[in-house]
Structure formats: C-alpha cells, structure tokens
C-alpha cells in the first residue's frame, strides 16, 4: 500500500534493496493515461511526419520528455508520485537524469542499463498499454543487480542478443533455450501501474507489438565518494560521446533538457535545484545539441 503522502512504505524499500524492483499500482487514473495517450498520439505523429524519407523507418522511436509539446508528461518528472518514492529509493538528492517516451517495435533482449556497482540509478517504467507476459510486459530476474548472479548472467552472455555488436555468444543457444525461458517475475500491467527498479537489474520483454508504449523517468544517486564520483564522469562522458554521434537524431526529437524546461517559468524549487545539480556536473553541456 502507498501512503497517502506518496512515500513507500518500510516494507517497500526492503523489497526493493532486496530483489532490485517494485510494483505500484493504480498510480495514474485512467483520465491522466488517456490524456498521456493523447500527447504520446499527437508527438509521435508529428516526429514520424517529419522522419526523413529516404532513410529506414527505426524500429524504435523515442524522444526526451521535458519539451513543450508533451506538457503533461513533462510535469509528471515533478509530481510527487514520482520524486517522492524515487528520492527514498535512490537519496533525496538525487537528481533525474534522463525522462523519455518510448515506442517500441520490437522485443527488447535481456540486458541490464548499468554494470556499474557504485553508483545508484532509478528507472521508473509505466506502460500505456495493457501488458502480459506475451504481449510485451516487462521481465526482470529478481536479485540480478547483485552479484554474484549479476556476473553469473553476464557469463553466460545473457545480453549477447541485446548487445548486437559484442562477439560474446550466448548460452542460450547452446541450452536450446529462447528469452522468454529464463524465469523471472513478469510484470503483467494495466496502464497507470508503474514498475521501479534498479538500472542493474536484468530486464526484457518479449511479445512485443507495433507501438509498444513506455514513459519513463531515470533517478541516479548524487555521488559523494571517489568511486561514485568517477562513474558519474564516466557517465558523463559517454553521455557527451553519444550526442556528438548522433546530433541528426537530435536534432529531430530534440534535446533531454529543453530551453523551456531550464527557464523553469514556474520557479519550481526542485526542478531549480536539479537544475543547478546538472549544470555543475556537465550533464547539460553534454546533451546540448
């Protein structure tokens, strides 16, 4: 049960450090995900109208959230049912880095986001679309963001169908075994259930259908010790690598920090805060298009 104040619960954050997830449900109403729909509809029209012809269709199209023509799904980064359970989970300082909308097209393959085990960081996933387990829900394997079975996933080369261009080849095939085979809990959703779990957990989803809905909002730890310190340049880093690489796409969907959402018009102290925070480390130079 969540508090009335949107904070969890004891229980919720000991389930949480212990198997690398939780479940929330009936966060969103159903009024709020018809009007998410709504802007989702109206955003990935106009970017698949603007896609440039002579190029593939991707398979997948996602987009950064904090952007005015998504205002709603912009302020749910600052609405408590979000940043109150993350900031327990995750430090009250913590800041959110990335916040996208994502339409998938096909399955997505075992992987965890992170290998990383010193820096903290959050994803909140809600599905706008009903899910189960062949329909495109989300798997995780309860416990994978500690190790050993974190390192043991990796040795069977579990991500080597996710991770496309590693020459590491999977056990999978050697057991005979599909994804879908791996036990895991599967998060069989209705929209406005909302998955939380730690970026090193193993995650996947199978069934995967045209339009796969997903809004998500990632929180990482605000680095006090050297090693937190040094993963967060590296994060940074990369983050600077990919944009450099990729300023056409960027171009397009836009930048994760927005103009409109750095000139914080509504003088939202917590987005002040974040913003500040970003700024400091680099993480706005490094997205900037």
């Not at 190029?55 to 005015?68: A, K």
């Not at 009903?130 to 829900?137: I, S």
């Not at 939202?268 to 480390?281: G, Q, S, T, V």
Request: hydrophobic share 30%; proline share 7%; with cysteine.
């Amino acid at each position: 049960m969540i508090k009335e104040n949107h904070s969890l619960t004891d229980e919720q954050i000991q389930l949480f450090k212990m198997f690398g997830f939780l479940v929330r449900r009936n966060v969103f109403s159903p009024e709020e995900i018809h009007k998410i729909n709504d802007e989702f509809d109206h955003r990935l029209s106009k970017l698949k109208a603007e896609a440039d012809p002579s190029e593939e269709p991707p398979s997948n199209n996602n987009w950064p959230n904090r952007n005015p023509h998504t205002p709603f799904i912009a302020s749910l980064l600052e609405d408590p049912r979000i940043y109150v359970p993350s900031e327990q989970l995750v430090g009250e300082n913590s800041v959110p880095i990335h916040s996208n909308a994502n339409s998938y097209s096909i399955s997505t393959q075992w992987h965890p986001d992170t290998e990383d085990t010193h820096l903290l960081m959050l994803k909140n996933v809600m599905y706008l679309q009903p899910t189960t387990g062949d329909h495109g829900a989300l798997r995780v394997i309860p416990g994978s963001h500690k190790n050993p079975l974190h390192e043991d996933l990796l040795g069977l080369g579990l991500d080597a169908a996710f991770r496309k261009n590693t020459n590491q080849t999977s056990k999978l095939n050697e057991f005979k075994l599909r994804g879908e085979d791996i036990p895991s809990y599967i998060f069989n959703s209705q929209p406005g259930d909302l998955i939380m779990f730690n970026q090193r957990t193993w995650h996947a989803a199978f069934g995967c259908y045209e339009d796969r809905r997903t809004c998500t909002y990632n929180f990482y730890q605000n680095p006090e010790s050297d090693e937190e310190k040094a993963e967060m340049r590296k994060q940074i880093d990369a983050q600077r690598s990919w944009t450099s690489k990729n300023k056409k796409i960027q171009e397009r969907v836009g930048s994760q920090y927005d103009p409109s959402w750095l000139a914080n018009s509504e003088n939202n102290p917590r987005r002040e805060r974040w913003i500040k925070w970003l700024e400091a480390w680099g993480f706005v130079d490094a997205f900037k298009i």
